[in-house]
T-cell receptor
């Protein structure tokens, strides 16, 4: 398996634009997590899904953020409109019962 | 609620010296504990984990950690540091092994001096 695949690896966008981050989890994993990493706040959980159902989205900063998992092999995290303070590295992770595996992250810069 | 405190945001050791990275946790349920490593511009890779059973856990690359319930600690050690160990290390706690979120500490950057 190729592991958790995130795209794009890097994204630079202007303030106010819509940004969509994508994640393909490992086949057979039934949980998917979106985390955000910043220097100030470290690694924070944004939202997670079990069996494609959102379980906890209390970490989503505000209504500008939304996440979907339409099927077991794909998830998106959307920011609309984007702001400079959204600049961070966004990680997707998928897990079986044993262990979580992380993607390489998307580095988002909002200018 | 769960939380993790990593003591020392930056640790520097000489090559061949003992590595000790400290982690204390708080958990209202029996914890599952993890150490992850992050190399520059990479994702997180699992080093080792404690679920149940033996309190001394061995991981990849010669690392090990010991779960001490009385001290609420899960410190990471390696007898002899190698240059390739230089990275960011994260301690994390969870309510189970895989299907619940990880709560991370702030991380400790390990530098290895030749």
């Amino acid at each position: 398996d190729a592991g958790v695949i995130q795209s794009p690896r890097h994204e630079v966008t202007e303030m106010g634009q819509e940004v969509t981050l994508r994640c393909k989890p490992i086949s057979g994993h039934n949980s998917l997590f979106w985390y955000r990493q910043t220097m100030m706040r470290g690694l924070e959980l944004l939202i997670y899904f079990n069996n494609n159902v959102p379980i906890d989205d209390s970490g989503m900063p505000e209504d500008r953020f939304s996440a979907k998992m339409p099927n077991a092999s794909f998830s998106t995290l959307k920011i609309q409109p984007s702001e400079p303070r959204d600049s961070a590295v966004y990680f997707c992770a998928s897990s079986s019962r044993r262990e979580a595996f992380f993607g390489q992250g998307t580095r988002l810069t909002v200018v | 609620a769960q939380s993790v405190t990593q003591l020392g945001s930056h640790v520097s050791v000489s090559e061949g010296a003992l590595v000790l990275l400290r982690c204390n946790y708080s958990s209202s349920v029996p914890p599952y504990l993890f150490w992850y490593v992050q190399y520059p511009n990479q994702g997180l890779q699992l080093l080792l984990k404690y679920t149940t059973g033996a309190t001394l856990v061995k991981g990849i690359n010669g690392f090990e950690a010991e779960f001490k319930k009385s001290e609420t600690s899960f410190h990471l050690t390696k007898p002899s540091a190698h240059m390739s160990d230089a990275a960011e290390y994260f301690c994390a706690v969870s309510a189970n092994s895989g299907n619940t979120p990880l709560v991370f500490g702030k991380g400790t950057r390990l530098s290895v001096i030749a």
